[in-house]
Every structure is written in C-alpha cells, then in structure tokens.
C-alpha cells in the first residue's frame, strides 16, 4: 500500500460547484498534514495546513480524520482559477511524503 | 523577501554528460529538499538536508546522483552519466525547521538528455 493515495482524477467540477476529494495515509506515526496546489508547469504552493479540529480559509475547509487515516479538501463555490492539482503531503519525524495529486479543471 | 531559486531554469544535454543543478533556499532555512517530477507525474523524494549534513539519502535513484549543500545555504545536485530517463523537473524546497516544516519551492529546473 502506498504511504499516501489519492484519486488522480480528473475531477471536472462546473464553475461554482463544491468539489471535495480526500487523501488517505497509511503510517499512524504521521504528525502534520497539507495541502498543496501545483499549477501546470509550476512548483507546487501551499495552499493550507490541516489541524486536528479542521480548518477554512475561504472557500477552503480542510479536515483531517486521525482514526479513519485521512484527509479531505472541500472547495466551495469553484472558480475557473481553482483548476490545478491538489496534492496531499504528510509529514512525521525527518520524513515528508507528498502524493501524486488530484487534478482538478473547473468548467465554465 | 526572496523565494527558493533554481539555476539553469532550463538544461538541455546529451546523454553521458554530467550535469550540476543549483539551488538557492530562503536564507534562515536550514532544511532543504530535492524532489524530482517527470512529465504528468507526482513528485519523487530524492534527498534532505538538515543543515549542510543529509540525514536520508534513500530516495536518490543510482549513484550516478549526489548532491552536496555547503554553509547551510547553497546546494548542488549533480547527476554523472546522464541518462534519458533523467529527463524531468528537478525541484529543490527550502524550510524552517518548526513544527510546521512549510515547504517553499523554487521554480525547477527542467532537464533534458537527449
């Protein structure tokens, strides 16, 4: 099983949808979590960090589910812009795992 | 403030050439990653720096790779003998060691060996 797994995708959303997709994790000793967004041809942002309580920064909720292993991104109200991909990236003692990503295209 | 920076941005070689990737971190941040990206792919982990030392060097794919990072700044990625399918953006991430480790990326730079 893979440290960390995600739907590739595509998710094709039409704008102002709500698309959400999750990141599941395998090693139980794994201490922080993120999201991150990478535009095509570009290095990948953080977009958010994921605490326990679950998180928003705008139309963005991130959640984290400790005892099921994983984590989810929500995005509401979807713009053309949000179109990219979305990767999950788990963090324990010395090591950082990112998955492969989620993409994401937003229709118009 | 400055962000990571890469150099070349861009590097075209022929195979069995050796070829050397720089990367400049965030000053202060003393951890500092390499990851490589092929066409359409996830990033792969190759190497991490805690300061100039490389605690984990398992993720680089052969010997033909090394990198070296000196006065906790600077750090140089080397690839001997290039092969094609080290074809791919190389990118290089700097951050603080806290407890978020937030990483910042530089701009990569893409290989390829024809």
């Known amino acids: 099983r893979k440290e960390v797994e995600q739907d590739p995708g595509p998710f094709n959303v039409p704008e102002g949808a709500t698309v959400a997709f999750n990141c599941t994790y395998s090693?139980?000793?794994?201490?922080?979590f993120f999201w991150y967004r990478q535009d095509c041809r570009k290095e990948p942002k953080l977009l958010m960090s994921?605490?326990?309580s679950g998180n928003e920064d705008g139309r963005f909720t991130a959640q984290l589910n400790r005892a099921s292993q994983y984590i989810s991104l929500l995005i509401r109200d979807s713009k053309l812009s949000d179109s990219a991909t979305y990767l999950c990236?788990?963090?324990?003692?010395?090591?950082?795992?990112f998955g492969k990503g989620t993409r994401l295209h937003i229709l118009p | 403030g400055a962000g990571v920076s890469q150099s070349p941005s861009n590097k075209v070689t022929e195979k069995g050439k050796d070829v050397e990737l720089r990367c400049d971190p965030i000053?202060?941040?003393?951890?500092l990653y390499w990851y490589r990206q092929r066409l359409g792919q996830g990033l792969e982990f190759l190497i991490y720096?805690?300061?100039?030392?490389?605690?984990?060097k398992s993720g680089l794919p052969s010997d033909r790779f090394s990198a070296e990072r000196t006065g906790e700044s600077v750090s140089t990625l080397t690839i001997q003998r290039t092969q094609q399918e080290d074809s791919a953006v190389y990118l290089c991430?700097?951050?603080?060691?806290?407890?978020?480790?937030?990483?910042?990326f530089g701009p990569g730079t893409r290989l390829l060996v024809l």
């Open positions: 991430a700097s951050s603080l060691v806290d407890e978020k480790e937030t990483q910042y």
């Open positions: 090693n139980s000793a794994s201490q922080s």
């Open positions: 994921v605490y326990s």
């Open positions: 990236v788990v963090k324990r003692v010395g090591e950082i795992i």
């Open positions: 000053s202060g941040h003393t951890a």
């Open positions: 720096f805690q300061g100039n030392s490389a605690p984990d």
